[in-house]
T-cell receptor
Framework: GNSVTQMEGPVTLSEEAFLTINCTYT??????LFWYVQYPGEGLQLLLKATKADDKGSNKGFEATYRKETTSFHLEKGSVQVSDSAVYFCALSDFGGGSQGNLIFGKGTKLSVKP | EPEVTQTPSHQVTQMGQEVILRCVPI?????FYWYRQILGQKVEFLVSFYNNEISEKSEIFDDQFSVERPDGSNFTLKIRSTKLEDSAMYFC?????????????FGDGTRLSIL
């Protein structure tokens, strides 16, 4: 079946440090891949997406590249800020794999950025 | 920017009681979803809804659950006889189309506490 595996948190970084949150997936079809972010007390917000192999999604300084050969979609940011503190969720939508497009999420990775 | 809104933000209910969680999706969206997140666990898909009928549901979505779109704007999740294990954060989401590449927009969630 389809699944998403994210690196375990929590991750604690100093401001301006480099961030990588690993995400790998298994899927039977041709999934689209997403990163969602959940700030404290808020809902899930779409951060970025990629819909086919080698696509790079980017937003607010975050990037992730859809790597079909390694079935990965790692999230990176060159210089994190305190305001990036949140929980990050990797997700896939495997419409072509028999699903109707519902999202399958990883467990989430909590990021804390210290000043 | 249009938002998905959910009410109430927090619902406390006695075990065995019925509860209705309400959502107002984005107005030009056609596909609607419910997810839940038990504390400390993954966000899990419950059900998707299109054209006034369920298009897909997970194993979690048993006979105790139902969804309805009673008018042109609201989308509700009903739990008939709540159990302790129904305590979770429930998220509503909507999208323009069900293709996997279309991002789903989430509300801020309803925290359901069963006593």
């Amino acid at each position: 079946g389809n699944s998403v595996t994210q690196m375990e948190g929590p991750v604690t970084l100093s401001e301006e440090a480099f961030l990588t949150i690993n995400c790998t997936y298994t899927a039977t079809g041709y999934p689209s891949l997403f990163w969602y972010v959940q700030y404290p007390g808020e809902g899930l917000q779409l951060l970025l997406k990629a819909t086919k192999a080698d696509d790079k999604g980017s937003n607010k300084g975050f990037e992730a590249t859809y790597r079909k050969e390694t079935t990965s979609f790692h999230l990176e940011k060159g210089s994190v800020q305190v305001s990036d503190s949140a929980v990050y969720f990797c997700a896939l939508s495997d419409f072509g794999g028999g699903s109707q497009g519902n999202l399958i999420f990883g467990k989430g990775t909590k990021l804390s950025v210290k000043p | 920017e249009p938002e998905v809104t959910q009410t109430p933000s927090h619902q406390v209910t006695q075990m065995g009681q019925e509860v209705i969680l309400r959502c107002v999706p984005i107005s030009n969206h056609l596909y609607f979803y419910w997810y839940r997140q038990i504390l400390g666990q993954k966000v899990e898909f419950l059900v998707s809804f299109y054209n006034n009928e369920i298009s897909e549901k997970s194993e979690i979505f048993d006979d105790q659950f139902s969804v309805e779109r009673p008018d042109g704007s609201n989308f509700t999740l009903k739990i008939r006889s709540t159990k302790l294990e129904d305590s979770a954060m429930y998220f509503c989401a909507s999208s323009k189309r069900d293709r996997g590449s279309q991002p789903q927009h989430f509300g801020d969630g309803t925290r359901l506490s069963i006593l």
